[in-house]
């Protein structure tokens, strides 16, 4: 079974650019999280989805973060304009029923954003 | 003060040495508590979880909470070189009626390493 795909792996753009992020979760999971790890932090979740609603949005950066999954199965997370500030891993999650608090959460690997 | 704090190292270790992995936090709230490992260059994945207090074992691996001291850990027996990861704890709270699966509160992780 595939695991949480994410692309791209690696992104290097100067400040002010915009960047996006894909994600494909594991096939049937109706859960979707994204996550943002600076180097040497845990990982924070900035949105969670379930299916094509996004039930918890208040660590997301309105601002300059936008995300949507449309249809309930892929993501894209985007960042315009990008900040320095924001170069970190930026981490896929999905799980099979996020109101259940044994549900498994599987990472993909990450996109690593650098802004110049 | 961070709500879930954990010792960053480096920890490193002999092959077959008894590993001992600690986090405290201040959350009262929290039941469910999880260990996840994470390689480098690579997303966290779930080892154990935990809920409310007491212990839990599954292999080479044990998991202990104690609620009363706010204290989680995490052993590692008979470690191996194949461990050396970054290790994350993270809790939650449960109970019906949370969309808890979302609030998952990670450490900022201890790198460990394990000398052959």
């Known amino acids: 079974e595939a695991g949480v795909v994410q692309s791209p792996r690696y992104k290097i753009i100067e400040k002010k650019q915009p960047v996006a992020f894909w994600c494909n979760p594991i096939s049937g999971h109706n859960t979707l999280y994204w996550y943002l790890q600076n180097l040497g932090q845990g990982p924070e979740l900035l949105i969670r989805y379930e299916n094509e609603e996004a039930v918890d949005d208040s660590q997301l950066p309105k601002d300059r973060f936008s995300a949507e999954r449309l249809k309930g199965v892929d993501s894209t997370l985007k960042i315009q304009p990008a900040e320095l500030g924001d170069s970190a891993v930026y981490l896929c999650a999905s799980s099979l029923d996020g109101l259940a608090v044994t549900d498994t959460q599987y990472f993909g690997p990450g996109t690593r954003l650098t802004v110049l | ?116």
């Open chain 2, 1 to 116: 003060q961070k709500e879930v704090e954990q010792d960053p190292g480096p920890l490193s270790v002999p092959e077959g040495a008894i590993v001992s992995l600690n986090c405290t936090y201040s959350n009262s709230a929290f039941q469910y508590f999880m260990w996840y490992r994470q390689y480098s260059r690579k997303g966290p994945e779930l080892l154990m979880y935990t809920y409310s207090s007491g212990n839990k074992e599954d292999g080479r691996f044990t998991a202990q909470v104690d609620k009363s001291s706010k204290y989680i850990s995490l052993f590692i027996r008979d470690s191996q070189p194949s461990d050396s990861a970054t290790y994350l704890c993270a809790m939650s709270p449960a109970g019906a009626g949370y969309s808890s699966a979302s609030k998952i509160i990670f450490g900022s992780g201890t790198r460990l390493s394990i000398r052959p």
